[in-house]
Every structure is written in C-alpha cells, then in structure tokens.
C-alpha cells in the first residue's frame, strides 16, 4: 500500500509537470511535447540512430520512427545513412530545428525561474539536492 506521502508527492510532481507542458506547449505549436523530447535527445547525442532513440524515449522502434518522421516533415530532423553500414539510419538536428529547442528551452527557463522564485535560495538548493537523490536512486533500482 502506498503512503499518504508518497501519493501526495506522486500528484505534485504530477501536477507540476502538467503545469510546465501546458505553460510552455501552447495549443498553437507546431511541435508537440513528444517531438520536442526527441529532437533534445537527438541534439544531444550526435548522429544517434532510430534504436537508440526509441531506446531513449522509453518507446518502440516504429513509435520513434513516427516521431522522427513528423520531425523531418517539419524540416527539424535530418536523417543520414551511417557510412560505414549503409543500414543504419544516423539522425541529427537541422538549423530550424536547433532554433526551436533554443526558443522552447528559454521558455521553459523562464517559466521554472519564476515558480522557483516563490523558494528562498536555500529552499531551491535543497530543492536540487533532494531531486539529484531520486534521480540517482533510479539509476540504482
């Protein structure tokens, strides 16, 4: 059975995170949530193939390549063959694409910066402190 406080942390972040889509996602945005994650991931590890992305988005390999399809359609997403195996399918960020992840991740800055300016400096630390914790307690279990 789950704690009262486990619950009533489970809904916050819950509600936090709804919060944070909702502000920066807004309902006439050509890019959704999703595709915004996997262009991030895409950034960030250069030429990343399709299975290491759906590996890293938590989804199946024909879910990522409908992300990435949306992605390249939108002129964000390049896709390249690997030149040593012709095979696999190398993916990178396209100057647009880049473009949006800037504007979307300032957004996102900003947004957090003002709900943390509700925390004293301290609070935020511990705050960082306590979130590195569980973030490292999931790479345990």
Avoid: W, Y
């Avoid at 964000?76 to 993916?91: E, Q, S, Y």
């Amino acid at each position: 059975m789950m704690s009262d406080i486990t619950g009533q942390i489970i809904q916050a972040a819950f509600e936090i995170g709804r919060a944070l889509r909702t502000k920066v996602m807004k309902r006439a945005d050509l890019i959704q949530m999703a595709q915004l994650h996997a262009l991030a991931f895409i950034r960030a590890k250069k030429g990343i193939t399709m299975k290491e992305l759906a590996c890293m988005l938590n989804v199946t390999s024909p879910s990522a390549t409908v992300f990435v399809d949306r992605l390249e359609k939108m002129g964000l997403v390049r896709r390249r063959h690997d030149r040593r195996d012709r095979k696999i399918i190398r993916l990178s960020v396209t100057l647009p694409g880049k473009q949006i992840l800037r504007e979307k991740m300032a957004e996102k800055k900003e947004l957090v910066t003002a709900i943390l300016s509700a925390l004293s400096h301290e609070d935020q630390h511990t705050l960082l402190t306590l979130l590195k914790k569980m973030i490292k307690s999931c790479s345990v279990h």
